[in-house]
């Protein structure tokens, strides 16, 4: 018996009703982007690792997929790296392209690369899939999609709000509970400051994007791991739990940072985007411990947890003032949110919420009674499909208990019946799936309908 193939792991088959769930996502998500004036972007797959490497922090790059190059891959690699397994030499010398980690670093690239036929500020969205060599989990994938949308070229907070109102509007059409989280990597540049441990920003907001996974006291231990002084990781613990409202936070923080210009700054941005997000009506909440683990971001950066389900953030995102300059183009502001598309999927699907009419792609199933019943019903399912509603008709002549059976399976609302009689009288015979009702009417009062 030959065995049955598999996928990798972390990877995943989408049927026809989990594709037509999936579409839903994206077309709303889509809707929302387009609403406030932004225009879709695709990017390769692959990248060459000279725009991948280097900006996502030693743990991103090491979640890369390495492409090995055509033909002989190992050319180049010296007999001592072979020899010594010096394994990142060889990948060096074999590997030249990488699957995309995020769209982010690709959509930086884009810009530099376009920057002559780019009206600035350049708003634009992007929904495709990345990878990421991570192990997988509960909620977490190798490959997922992601739904990006950011402007570049503008310093100004009102993009920022605005991102507020985008993320408010996705979840609300979508039906999904959620918790805005607010911070700025200037007020985690400041509790570094002040902690006496500036030069670890990276080290010390990488320990605690895991707070909620591993914990207070093991992010101590990792700051420690990470070369942090037991005395700034214990100043930087004071941070952690800073309670009370958004006011209350931000006079803490103020107090604790007026030492920190930086700090100061980041928390006078804070301000601002929340006053211009509360115009609008919209609520967020200050997490000082919100870090994001990127290390590209430079400002204010938001996370998105459902309230209903736990499956970690499903959207994320931030300012960025020095990725173009990355790629020799300097001095360009970006901020961004991406909505994990894999994540908001399954939420709506432990949650039951999306529409019925989004998982049902045909509206009207003509049953097959004959060759000469087939001709007859033919012309009506064109007529049908030209007004725009979705309709098939059944292959075979079969039992009609078969074709109900298959109607019922795909969720198919109504199954419109001809046969001969009906055929001599000029009626059609309609049935409601979900009730069982069977009504005959004249076929141009059921076309006209």
Same mark, same amino acid.
């Given at each position: 018996?030959?065995?049955i193939p598999?996928i990798p792991?972390?990877?995943?088959?989408?049927?026809?009703?989990?594709?037509a769930?999936?579409?839903y996502?994206f077309?709303?998500?889509?809707?929302?982007?387009?609403?406030?004036?932004?225009?879709p972007l695709?990017?390769?797959?692959?990248e060459?690792?000279t725009?991948?490497?280097?900006?996502?922090?030693?743990?991103g790059?090491?979640?890369?997929?390495k492409?090995l190059?055509s033909g002989?891959?190992?050319e180049g690699a010296?007999?001592e790296?072979?020899a010594?397994r010096d394994l990142g030499g060889?990948a060096r010398v074999?590997?030249?392209?990488?699957?995309r980690?995020d769209?982010?670093v690709?959509?930086?690239?884009?810009?530099v690369?376009h920057r002559?036929?780019?009206?600035f500020?350049?708003k634009?969205?992007?929904?495709q899939?990345?990878?990421?060599a991570?192990r997988?989990?509960k909620?977490?994938?190798?490959?997922?999609?992601?739904c990006?949308?950011?402007?570049?070229?503008s310093d100004?907070?009102?993009?920022?709000?605005e991102?507020?109102?985008?993320?408010d509007d996705?979840f609300?059409?979508?039906?999904?509970?959620t918790?805005l989280?607010?911070?700025n990597r200037?007020?985690?540049?400041?509790?570094?400051?002040?902690?006496?441990?500036?030069g670890?920003?990276?080290?010390?907001?990488a320990?605690?994007?895991?707070?909620?996974?591993?914990g207070r006291?093991?992010?101590g231990e990792?700051? #420690?791991?990470? $070369?942090v002084?037991?005395?700034?990781?214990?100043?930087?613990?004071?941070?952690?739990?800073?309670?009370g409202d958004?006011?209350?936070v931000?006079?803490?923080?103020?107090?604790?940072?007026?030492?920190s210009?930086t700090?100061?700054?980041?928390?006078a941005?804070?301000?601002e985007?929340m006053?211009?997000? $509360?115009?609008?009506g919209?609520?967020?909440?200050v997490?000082p411990t919100l870090a994001?683990?990127?290390?590209?971001y430079?400002?204010a950066?938001?996370?998105?947890k459902?309230?209903d389900?736990?499956i970690?953030?499903?959207?994320?995102?931030g300012?960025?003032d020095?990725?173009t300059?990355?790629?020799g183009?300097p001095?360009?502001s970006?901020?961004?949110?991406?909505?994990?598309?894999? #994540?908001?999927?399954?939420v709506?699907?432990r949650?039951?919420?999306?529409?019925?009419?989004?998982?049902t792609?045909t509206?009207f199933?003509f049953?097959?009674?004959?060759?000469?019943?087939?001709r007859a019903?033919?012309s009506?399912v064109r007529?049908?499909?030209?007004?725009?509603c979705?309709a098939?008709?059944?292959?075979d002549?079969?039992?009609i208990?078969?074709?109900?059976a298959?109607?019922?399976?795909k969720?198919?609302?109504?199954?419109?019946?001809?046969?001969?009689?009906?055929?001599?009288?000029?009626?059609?015979?309609?049935?409601?799936?979900?009730?069982g009702?069977?009504?005959e009417m004249p076929?141009d009062?059921?076309?006209?309908?």
């Open positions: 018996m030959s065995q598999s792991k972390g990877t995943r088959d989408h049927g026809p009703d989990a594709m769930k999936r579409e996502i077309s709303t998500i889509k809707t929302v982007f387009q609403r406030y004036g932004y225009m695709e990017t390769p797959a692959m060459l690792l725009t991948l490497t280097g900006k996502y922090g030693d743990e790059d090491r979640l890369l997929f492409v190059n002989d891959f190992l010296t007999d790296m072979l010594g060889i074999a590997c030249e392209k990488g699957l980690y769209l982010t690709p959509f930086a690239r884009f810009v690369q002559d036929e780019i009206a500020p350049f634009r969205y992007q929904v899939p990345v990878w990421r991570d997988p989990q909620g977490r994938y190798r490959e997922f999609y992601q990006d949308v950011d402007v570049i070229g100004s907070l009102m993009n920022e709000a991102l507020v109102q985008i993320m996705v609300e059409k979508l039906g999904i509970r918790r989280l607010i911070n200037k007020i985690l540049a400041g509790i570094a400051e002040v902690a006496g441990c500036p670890k920003l990276t080290e010390m907001t320990a605690i994007d895991k707070l909620e996974k591993i006291e093991k992010v990792e700051l #420690r791991e990470r $070369g002084s037991r005395a700034a990781a214990e100043r930087i613990d004071a941070f952690l739990g800073v309670p958004n006011r209350t931000l006079y803490t923080l103020g107090k604790a940072l007026q030492e210009e700090g100061m700054k980041g928390i941005e804070l301000e985007v006053d211009l997000a $509360g115009a609008t919209m609520e967020v909440k997490e994001r683990g990127l290390s590209y430079t400002g950066i938001f996370e998105v459902a309230l389900a736990e970690g953030s499903v959207t994320g995102g300012r960025y020095d990725l300059g990355i790629f183009m001095g360009v970006g901020v961004g949110i991406s909505f994990g598309a894999d #994540r908001i999927f399954d709506m699907e949650l039951q919420l999306f529409p019925r009419e989004s998982i792609a509206r199933l049953a097959n009674f004959g060759a000469k019943e087939t019903c033919m009506l007529q049908l499909r030209e007004k725009g979705n098939e008709m059944y292959p002549a079969v039992k208990k078969k074709q109900m298959y109607a019922d399976k969720g198919i609302p109504f199954v419109v019946m001809l046969g001969e009689r009906e055929m001599t009288n000029g009626t059609v015979v309609v049935k409601t799936m979900a009730t009702e069977q009504r076929a009062e059921f076309m006209n309908s």
